[in-house]
């Protein structure tokens, strides 16, 4: 059973605009979200977290939501560049396993010049 | 020094075969984890090492022996496996603790024929 969902499987934006990603979860012990950006060949590199005392983090062009009574979060990027096409990952953790991390099946981010 | 890496980068073995995987951080990180990933999909846990010691084994099958020799080492050892088995395999390192990103390496393109 996929405790983190990654409902769209792609998502393709123009340059310029504002990419949001979604991601829901079902455990409510979570409480530590991450976003992961992933190129082919390559491992996820860490774009952003939130914990669960939070409902908005920034850092730079990417702002990452969280709402905890829909256990929704969301990644929105503005303003979309051509680099940022890659797969997105979101990623969870709970207070009883802080070690372990469940992932979202991921997007796949395009952005059209 | 924040990087883990891994080698070899590319690996083919036959089914009778025995070779290992290699990781390396060097940023003080007590947690090292080994997943497995196919195309299009998330990372699959494998195996989660905490203080040097297995503190998650995710019924991964004996063919995959782990082993951490000490906090900045981390071995995957494969023994008789099966194409099925081939796929991405990423090493990846934290701060243990509630809060804090994993670092992933590049990972081994293992191909299993």
């Known amino acids: 059973d ?3 969902k990654q409902n769209s499987p792609s998502l393709s934006v123009q340059e310029g605009r504002i990419s949001i990603l979604n991601c ?3 455990n409510s012990m979570f409480d530590y979200f991450l976003w992961y950006k992933k190129y082919p060949a390559e491992g996820p590199t860490f774009l952003i977290s939130i914990s ?3 409902d908005k983090n920034e850092d730079g062009r990417f702002t990452v939501f969280l709402n905890k009574s829909a256990k929704h979060l969301s990644l929105h990027i503005v303003p979309s560049q051509p680099g940022d096409s890659a797969v997105y990952f979101c990623a969870a953790s709970g207070v009883y396993n802080f070690n372990k991390f469940y992932f979202g099946s991921g997007t796949k981010l395009n952005v059209k010049p | 020094d924040t990087e883990v890496t891994q080698t070899p980068k590319h690996l083919v073995m036959g089914m009778t075969n025995k070779k290992s995987l290699k990781c390396e951080q060097h940023m003080g990180h007590r947690a090292m984890y ?9 990372p699959e846990l494998m195996f989660v090492y ?3 010691k297995l503190s998650i084994n995710e019924s991964v099958p004996s063919r995959f022996s782990p082993e951490c020799p000490n906090s900045s080492l981390l071995n995957l050892h494969l023994h008789a496996l099966q ?3 081939s796929a991405l395999y990423l090493c990846a390192s934290r701060l243990t603790g509630p809060q804090g990103e994993q670092y992933f390496g590049p990972g ?4 299993v024929t």
Not at chain 2, 34 to 42: E, L
Not at chain 2, 108 to 111: F, G, S, Y
């Open chain 1, 2 to 4: 996929q405790q983190v």
């Open chain 1, 24 to 26: 829901d979860y079902t």
């Open chain 1, 52 to 54: 669960s005392i939070k």
């Open chain 2, 34 to 42: 080994w997943y497995k990933q196919k195309a299009k999909k998330p």
């Open chain 2, 50 to 52: 905490s203080y040097e």
């Open chain 2, 83 to 85: 194409p099925e088995d």
């Open chain 2, 108 to 111: 081994t393109r293992l191909t």
